[in-house]
């Protein structure tokens, strides 16, 4: 069990200095090997995810859930991961309930925390926060998003979503068309889901974004380095039909300066995916993704509600995908992917 074997095994590698996998900090911590092996671990963890098999394997480990922003998918998600592979979880929500809010700092919170749990997922509204914070901890940290900066686990999940789309679909992933629209500035998960991406075989990507919400050039350049199409149109008023995938997001108003929540107060409606742009734009079998949550206030023009209970609507599937994904990262940062598998095998 985790505190007799695993925890040791990590404590004394640490101690001798063996290179251990310590954070999920940044998906730029990803090779293209290390996201096949952890989506081999997810597609190992659903039967586990769907309650169909059991294993008590982080018995008597603790995760400490950080999150000083809002959040419902991945903190209970990450909460449910943890459980479901046998452990604990305490919890804090926003800085009011924390001594941040006394004005402890980082580092102080850090090193606290490190000493009553093995593991912490923290989302920050501040971008390289986690990053600060990990490095004053001994054990894993995995960021849950730090302000516009990234979101590894969400990016990991989408990459895990796309594969499983594409072998229901029976199409192959190299040379994929993939369409990533709305906020691409403040937008976390498309920054780290297109660094993901660019670890893949030649793909083509188109982004579409209203203005001054575009894809920052850094990231647009690395993924055309690495050999991709990448392209920009002015909005989804064009035929999109060889699009396979549609990746929209939410636009980040709790991002914006007092200047800019006036200049968007009134967003245009160019950049809506309903059923309507996906009936006469795109393929059937384009598939539709969101990282959620998805705007429903009047005005907003996220992902239109229109398409739900449509097939090629894949957003739940996908928050379904973040259980076994998030397994896979906390079975593999504390190392007992092998006796998973032993449970696999015996239950
Ligand atoms: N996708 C995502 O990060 O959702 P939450 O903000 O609800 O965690």
């Given at each position: 069990r985790y505190t007799i074997a695993a925890a040791c095994a990590v404590t004394l590698a640490r101690q001798r200095g063996f290179p251990m996998p310590s954070h999920l900090l940044s998906v730029d911590s990803l090779s293209r090997d290390a996201v096949d092996h952890l989506i081999r671990i997810a597609e190992r963890m659903e039967p586990i995810a769907q309650r169909r098999k059991v294993t008590r394997v982080l018995e008597g480990a603790v995760l400490g859930n950080l999150f000083f922003e809002a959040s419902t998918r991945t903190r209970i998600s990450f909460n449910a991961a943890f459980c479901r592979l046998g452990g604990s979880v305490c919890d804090t929500t926003g800085f009011t309930?924390?001594?941040?809010?006394?004005?402890?700092?980082?580092?102080?919170?850090?090193?606290?925390?490190?000493g009553y749990v093995d593991a912490i997922v923290m989302r920050h509204p501040e971008q390289g926060s986690v990053a600060e914070f990990a490095e004053a901890t001994q054990v894993p940290v995995i960021n849950g998003g730090d302000g516009p900066g990234?979101?590894?686990?969400?990016?990991?999940?989408?990459?895990?979503?796309?594969?499983?789309?594409?072998a229901r679909l029976g199409k192959p992933l190299a040379g994929a068309h993939l369409l990533l629209t709305g906020d691409l500035k403040y937008g976390r998960t498309v920054h780290s889901l297109i660094k993901l991406l660019s670890l893949y075989d030649p793909l083509r990507i188109t982004l579409v974004s209203p203005p001054g919400l575009e894809m920052p050039q850094h990231l647009v350049d690395l993924v055309a380095s690495r050999g991709h199409r990448i392209e920009t149109r002015p909005n989804l008023a064009e035929s999109f039909d060889d699009v396979d995938v549609i990746y929209a997001t939410r636009i980040q108003r709790e991002r914006f300066t007092a200047e800019m929540s006036e200049s968007f107060a009134e967003l245009t409606s160019d950049?809506?995916?309903?059923?309507?742009?996906?009936?006469?734009?795109?393929?059937?079998?384009?598939?539709?993704m969101h990282p959620l949550p998805r705007d429903s206030r009047p005005g907003a023009n996220d992902l239109s509600t229109d398409l739900n209970g449509d097939p090629r609507l894949a957003i739940f599937r996908q928050t379904d995908n973040g259980i076994p994904m998030r397994m896979a990262i906390f079975a593999h940062l504390l190392q007992v992917e092998d006796q998973v598998e032993?449970?696999?095998?015996d239950v």
């Open positions: 309930f924390s001594s941040m809010a006394k004005g402890e700092s980082l580092y102080d919170t850090s090193r606290v925390m490190g990234e979101h590894p686990s969400q990016a990991l999940l989408d990459v895990y979503t796309i594969t499983k789309e594409f950049f809506v995916v309903d059923r309507g742009f996906l009936d006469r734009r795109c393929s059937p079998t384009t598939i539709v032993r449970d696999l095998r």
